[in-house]
Protein backbone atom coordinates (compact mmCIF):
# COMPACT_ATOMS: atom_id res chain seq x y z
CA UNK A 1 0.00 0.00 0.00
CA UNK A 2 1.31 4.06 -1.02
CA UNK A 3 1.64 6.72 1.25
CA UNK A 4 -1.79 7.37 3.11
CA UNK A 5 -3.13 10.89 1.73
CA UNK A 6 -4.17 13.53 4.49
CA UNK A 7 -5.59 17.14 3.42
CA UNK A 8 -5.10 19.77 5.97
CA UNK A 9 -7.61 22.44 6.21
CA UNK A 10 -6.25 26.51 7.85
CA UNK A 11 -7.11 29.51 6.68
CA UNK A 12 -3.63 30.44 8.25
CA UNK A 13 -0.97 29.77 6.51
CA UNK A 14 1.99 29.59 9.08
CA UNK A 15 0.06 26.83 10.86
CA UNK A 16 -0.79 25.05 7.36
CA UNK A 17 3.19 25.02 6.71
CA UNK A 18 4.06 23.50 9.68
CA UNK A 19 1.58 20.96 9.58
CA UNK A 20 2.14 20.38 5.88
CA UNK A 21 5.87 19.63 7.09
CA UNK A 22 5.51 17.79 10.17
CA UNK A 23 3.23 15.23 8.38
CA UNK A 24 5.02 14.62 5.37
CA UNK A 25 8.19 13.79 7.51
CA UNK A 26 6.39 11.25 9.31
CA UNK A 27 5.70 9.23 5.90
CA UNK A 28 1.82 11.12 4.39
CA UNK A 29 1.30 12.42 1.09
CA UNK A 30 -0.26 15.78 1.94
CA UNK A 31 -2.79 18.36 0.40
CA UNK A 32 -3.83 21.30 1.32
CA UNK A 33 -7.42 23.67 1.16
CA UNK A 34 -8.00 26.98 2.91
CA UNK A 35 -11.18 26.89 3.47
CA UNK A 36 -13.90 24.71 3.59
CA UNK A 37 -15.35 24.85 0.08
CA UNK A 38 -11.96 24.39 -1.55
CA UNK A 39 -11.81 21.77 1.39
CA UNK A 40 -14.74 19.97 0.37
CA UNK A 41 -13.66 20.44 -3.02
CA UNK A 42 -10.38 18.44 -2.31
CA UNK A 43 -12.06 15.82 -0.70
CA UNK A 44 -13.79 14.96 -3.75
CA UNK A 45 -11.10 15.06 -6.39
CA UNK A 46 -8.15 13.36 -3.87
CA UNK A 47 -9.85 11.51 -2.32
CA UNK A 48 -7.77 11.53 1.03
CA UNK A 49 -7.18 8.90 3.47
CA UNK A 50 -7.80 11.45 6.81
CA UNK A 51 -8.56 15.05 7.53
CA UNK A 52 -7.12 17.69 9.37
CA UNK A 53 -9.73 20.55 10.16
CA UNK A 54 -9.43 23.49 11.72
CA UNK A 55 -12.34 25.03 13.27
CA UNK A 56 -12.20 28.74 12.88
CA UNK A 57 -12.27 29.99 9.35
CA UNK A 58 -13.72 32.51 7.68
CA UNK A 59 -16.29 30.77 5.09
CA UNK A 60 -17.55 27.88 6.83
CA UNK A 61 -16.66 27.15 10.60
CA UNK A 62 -14.95 23.50 11.03
CA UNK A 63 -18.71 21.97 12.05
CA UNK A 64 -20.25 23.45 9.19
CA UNK A 65 -17.45 21.50 6.91
CA UNK A 66 -17.69 18.37 8.82
CA UNK A 67 -21.05 18.47 8.31
CA UNK A 68 -20.27 18.28 4.49
CA UNK A 69 -17.71 15.88 4.89
CA UNK A 70 -19.82 13.36 6.32
CA UNK A 71 -22.61 13.92 3.53
CA UNK A 72 -20.03 12.55 1.00
CA UNK A 73 -18.10 10.36 3.34
CA UNK A 74 -19.51 8.96 7.01
CA UNK A 75 -15.86 6.65 7.36
CA UNK A 76 -13.22 9.10 7.07
CA UNK A 77 -11.05 10.07 10.09
CA UNK A 78 -10.86 13.82 10.41
CA UNK A 79 -8.83 15.37 13.60
CA UNK A 80 -9.85 19.03 14.03
CA UNK A 81 -8.16 21.79 15.34
CA UNK A 82 -8.74 24.87 17.57
CA UNK A 83 -7.45 27.67 19.36
CA UNK A 84 -10.49 28.18 21.04
CA UNK A 85 -12.04 25.09 22.62
CA UNK A 86 -15.37 25.51 23.71
CA UNK A 87 -17.59 22.78 25.33
CA UNK A 88 -20.55 23.30 22.54
CA UNK A 89 -17.68 22.95 19.95
CA UNK A 90 -16.03 19.70 21.05
CA UNK A 91 -19.78 18.18 21.36
CA UNK A 92 -20.68 19.52 18.12
CA UNK A 93 -17.66 17.48 16.68
CA UNK A 94 -17.90 14.39 18.64
CA UNK A 95 -21.61 14.13 17.46
CA UNK A 96 -20.22 14.10 14.13
CA UNK A 97 -17.85 11.38 14.31
CA UNK A 98 -14.84 13.38 14.93
CA UNK A 99 -11.48 11.16 15.39
CA UNK A 100 -9.14 13.74 17.50
CA UNK A 101 -10.54 17.19 18.89
CA UNK A 102 -6.94 19.09 19.73
CA UNK A 103 -6.70 22.39 20.95
CA UNK A 104 -4.38 24.60 18.74
CA UNK A 105 -1.59 25.86 21.30
CA UNK A 106 0.73 28.53 20.64
CA UNK A 107 3.47 25.98 22.05
CA UNK A 108 3.70 23.91 18.51
CA UNK A 109 5.72 20.94 20.10
CA UNK A 110 1.94 20.40 21.66
CA UNK A 111 0.35 20.24 18.83
CA UNK A 112 2.93 18.39 17.12
CA UNK A 113 2.77 15.67 20.07
CA UNK A 114 -1.37 15.63 19.68
CA UNK A 115 -1.55 15.63 16.22
CA UNK A 116 1.05 12.71 16.14
CA UNK A 117 -0.73 10.75 18.80
CA UNK A 118 -4.31 11.09 16.80
CA UNK A 119 -2.71 9.78 13.41
CA UNK A 120 -0.94 6.96 15.15
CA UNK A 121 -4.65 6.41 17.17
CA UNK A 122 -6.34 6.63 13.29
CA UNK A 123 -3.35 4.02 11.63
CA UNK A 124 -4.18 1.15 14.08
CA UNK A 125 -7.85 1.52 13.10
CA UNK A 126 -7.45 1.79 9.65
CA UNK A 127 -4.81 -1.21 9.35
CA UNK A 128 -6.98 -3.02 11.41
Not at 5 to 11: E, F, R, T
Not at 90 to 109: D, M, R, T
Amino acid sequence: MGKRKVLIVDDEKDFLDFMRIRISNWGYEISEAVNGKDALSALASQNPDIVVLDYLMPDMDGIEVLKEIRKLNKEIPVVMFTAHPEMKVIQGAEKLNVSAFIPKLSAYQDVDKSLKAALDLIEQKLNK
